[in-house]
């Protein structure tokens, strides 16, 4: 797998990424989740739709009632049980290897991994925050401890610390059929945005 990070993207930068994929022997491009406008030159290229995402939002102006688990703060240096939660919690599509998570968390300027307090933990959110923005990253609750209200406080908790920072407004995607999630999120204050996201793809020669 290889990874692009450059902006703004143009049909020109897209041309490029594709010819340097083929001269590395992909097999498959895929892009990361962009929002309508930035599918424009990918859309031109070629690209084709691989997975619809929703993207909401919530303001955080308002107090956030506090959480009824009581939650950790986790360690980078422990990642492995991080994913392996994540793993049981998503399809092998969704799924984040080290780098992936690592990434996310290196994606804003702070943030926040917490997880439950079972050994090894059973949920995790990540957050971040940067400037006034903050971005609910990832989270997942293991098969086994769903139902139990444990999604619901890792949300919640994640969604003061954000406030706390001075974040004005919070953002999550997910995929547009994780019904459990989209409910929990709509529970919880979000609403989503007009267009959503897109991740797109295209069969390289
Ligand atoms: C989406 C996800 C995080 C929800 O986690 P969860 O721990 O099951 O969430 P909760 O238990 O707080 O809430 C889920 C349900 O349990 C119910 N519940 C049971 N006990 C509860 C309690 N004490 N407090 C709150 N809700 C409770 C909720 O009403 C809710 O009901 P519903 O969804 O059937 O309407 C989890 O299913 C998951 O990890 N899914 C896969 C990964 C994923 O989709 N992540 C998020 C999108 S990127």
Same mark, same amino acid.
């Given at each position: ?31 990361? #989740?962009? &929002?309508?406008?930035?599918? %424009?030159?990918?859309?031109? +290229? @070629?690209? !084709?739709?691989?997975?619809? /995402?929703? =993207? ?77 923005? #903050?971005? &609910?990253?990832?989270?997942? %609750?293991?098969?086994?401890? +769903? @139902?139990? !209200?444990?999604?619901?406080? /890792?949300? =919640? ?49």
């Amino acid at each position: 797998m290889s990874t692009y990070i450059d902006q703004p993207i143009d049909d020109h930068a897209v041309a490029d990424i594709i010819e340097r994929l083929c001269v590395q022997g992909y097999k498959k491009a895929v892009t990361a #989740a962009l &929002l309508p406008q930035e599918q %424009v030159p990918f859309a031109r +290229a @070629g690209f !084709g739709v691989e997975r619809q /995402l929703v =993207l909401l939002k919530r303001p955080l102006d308002q107090p956030v009632p506090k959480a009824e688990q009581r939650l950790r703060r986790w360690r980078r240096r422990r990642l492995d049980q991080v994913l392996d939660i994540d793993h049981a919690a998503f399809d092998d599509f969704w799924a984040f290897d080290e780098i992936g998570l690592r990434e996310a968390l290196d994606a804003t300027p702070q943030r926040l991994l917490r997880v439950d307090t079972a050994t090894p933990p059973t949920g995790y959110a990540l957050s971040g925050v940067s400037r006034d923005r #903050a971005y &609910l990253q990832r989270l997942a %609750v293991h098969p086994g401890s +769903a @139902g139990t !209200g444990l999604g619901t406080a /890792l949300l =919640l908790d994640a969604l003061r610390w954000m406030r706390w920072r001075g974040a004005d407004q919070v953002y999550v995607n997910t995929q547009d059929d994780n019904e459990r999630a989209l409910a929990l999120y709509e529970r919880n204050g979000f609403v989503p945005e007009p267009g959503g996201l897109a991740i797109l793809s295209k069969d390289l020669p």
